[in-house]
């Protein structure tokens, strides 16, 4: 199994930090610290009461999707120590929840989902005074919106999930992307400048990379790909779209509105010295109850990115994607799309697995969450080669998706250093180690920026909470840099107890530029899903950084 890359894909080492070198970049006198000043708590407990931020440099203002009312929050920065409710914007008139939004010189982008979801959805365009300017129909289920650099183009990803996956009544539609053309005033921007992306050229007969996992039953390879979340490129020419489920990445041309390119990210070794990961909540000395042992186990993890977005460094543009993790599961289904399994259910190959009984014990991989659609390749009813979901990592690929650098069993080293006790939790418990035998601390969000002459990415863990910060000037060697929780593990998060808890749940993140920030200070936002808080960090040098321009374009 050791040798086993996955189909087409390329296996790459990572360049993980060791325990002390983690603790000795933390302690580091040189780079960056982020520092909590503001949080505005919706009040809303595990209701989606903060899902995806954005920011109006104009207005000093944040908009904020809440999923439960089917609005848009709309906060006041001008003091970021104390973020204030301005109003709230409602669209259930014009569909279901409202899922992402996005701003670009005072026009207001929201993505709303229609009723039901499985139907085109809508963008609706509002000025700095919250006049409609245009309502456009897109593709279904729009669910990330985001603007190009220079402004002209507007995108959405339109995840299309099925309903179920009950045949024959499932309603299953097409993955896609819109495109909207605002080279026109927004207040003039009609249907026809909205086109569709599609996959249709990747249907049969037409072969893709096996690596990429299509399986949905029924469905064609366009029905199936399911985007996520987009990336645009400096030059505004270029958008990279993750497809979750799929493990794949789709590179798009803007001005053609073509799919240039689809791309299988391939599988992560566990089994490489700096790869490792705690598969199990039960593998204390008892093999019981919880423990924090992140080691090497022979199985593959599923890149499966959700939150990506792309920076500059030497001339070049790179990806940074937030390798979450994701399954199907839907309440009516098939037995073939109901694919979490764990491995101590699994029939194993004696051959590849000849210490199977072992692999199986609730305290090695026995407890760990698997996907049941690969690893049997030679289909005789047993598997040769087991599949997690996720990597519990953060990755850097280039503009082509060729992995670059990916974190390693970073993520997981740095929480149980921060907090033994909230080690690999749930979003809404704070069980130890409950979240080992799924996808560990879930990095879910991610966002790029420039500060004090470096490069930042700061990635948002769903589980387990927090941002950690890494320097990646250097997209070759990133260094991990700070992380920062503000969730309280003493508290036990339930009642009205949560408000006094901290963030639970990150979903959207962004980094806020000193030049546009209302205190003149780099801050990174954080939109909290489950404890319905929205809090801004500080980004400050730490004593004695020297700047060093030596990596801007």
């Keep these: 199994m050791k040798a086993f890359c996955g189909f087409s894909a390329v ?23 982020l520092t909590p000043i503001g949080t505005y708590a919706s009040g809303i407990w595990n209701a989606g009461g903060a899902e995806i931020v954005a920011h109006d440099p104009d207005k000093q203002r944040l908009f904020v999707i809440n999923a439960l009312a089917a609005s848009v929050d709309v906060l006041s920065i001008q003091n970021p120590a104390v973020p204030t409710l301005l109003t709230s914007l409602v669209f259930t008139a014009i569909g279901g929840v409202a899922n992402s939004v996005a701003v670009h010189d005072g026009i207001i982008a929201v993505a709303v989902e229609a009723v039901p979801k499985t139907s085109p959805g809508h963008v609706v365009l509002l000025d700095s005074k919250f006049k409609t300017l245009a309502v456009l129909e897109v593709g279904a289920q729009p669910d990330m919106i985001t603007f190009s650099k220079n402004g002209r183009w507007l995108l959405t990803a339109n995840e299309g999930e099925p309903n179920s996956y009950l045949l024959p009544d499932s309603v299953d539609p097409e993955g896609t992307v819109s495109i909207i053309d605002l080279s026109d005033d927004a207040e003039d921007v009609e249907q026809s400048d909205v086109r569709t992306v599609n996959f249709h050229k990747f249907n049969a007969p037409a072969v893709i990379d096996p690596a990429i996992r299509i399986f949905g039953p029924g469905s064609t390879v366009s029905q199936d790909l399911e985007p996520e979340y987009l990336a645009i490129s400096a030059d505004s020419k270029t958008a990279w779209l993750t497809l979750q489920e799929n493990n794949a990445l789709a590179i798009i041309d803007i001005k053609s509105a073509k799919v240039t390119k689809l791309v299988s990210l391939g599988f992560k070794d566990h089994l490489l010295a700096e790869n490792g990961l705690d598969p199990s909540d039960r593998d204390n000395a008892t093999g019981n109850g919880p423990a924090i042992k992140i080691g090497n186990w022979p199985v593959y993890g599923m890149y499966q990115p959700d939150g990506i977005a792309s920076f500059r460094a030497g001339g070049k543009d790179y990806l940074l994607l937030a390798n979450e993790g994701d399954a199907r599961e839907y309440p009516n289904v098939t037995p073939t799309s109901n694919e979490v399994v764990r491995v101590g259910a699994l029939n194993l190959d004696t051959n590849a697995f000849p210490n199977a009984s072992l692999i199986k014990s609730n305290s090695a991989l026995g407890r760990l969450q698997v996907t049941s659609t690969l690893g049997d390749f030679d289909h005789d009813g047993d598997y040769d080669a087991l599949f997690a979901f996720g990597a519990r990592s953060f990755s850097i690929r280039d503009a082509k998706g060729k992995l670059v650098w990916d974190s390693g069993d970073d993520l997981e080293r740095i929480t149980s250093l921060a907090d033994t006790n909230g080690f690999n939790a749930s979003n809404t418990g704070n069980a130890r180690d409950s979240r ?57 998060a339930n009642g009205t107890n949560f408000l006094n808890a901290g963030d639970f749940g990150p979903e959207g993140i962004i980094f806020i530029e000193a030049k546009d920030s209302p205190n003149d200070k780099p801050l990174v936002v954080l939109a909290n899903e489950i404890s319905g808080t929205t809090t801004l960090f500080q980004v400050d040098r730490k004593p004695e950084t020297d700047d060093d321009d030596d990596d801007e374009d």
């Design 11 to 33: 296996c790459a080492a990572s360049a993980a930090l060791t325990f002390s070198s983690l603790l000795a970049a933390q302690a580091d006198d040189k780079g960056i610290t």
């Design 436 to 492: 080992s035998p799924s996808k560990g601390p879930e990095p879910e969000g991610i966002t790029s920026g420039r500060a004090y002459g470096r490069t930042y990415a700061f990635i948002g863990l769903e589980r387990v909470g927090g941002v950690a910060a890494y320097d990646v000037s250097n997209p070759k060697e990133p260094k991990f840099e700070f992380y920062v929780n503000r969730r309280d593990f003493s508290i036990n």
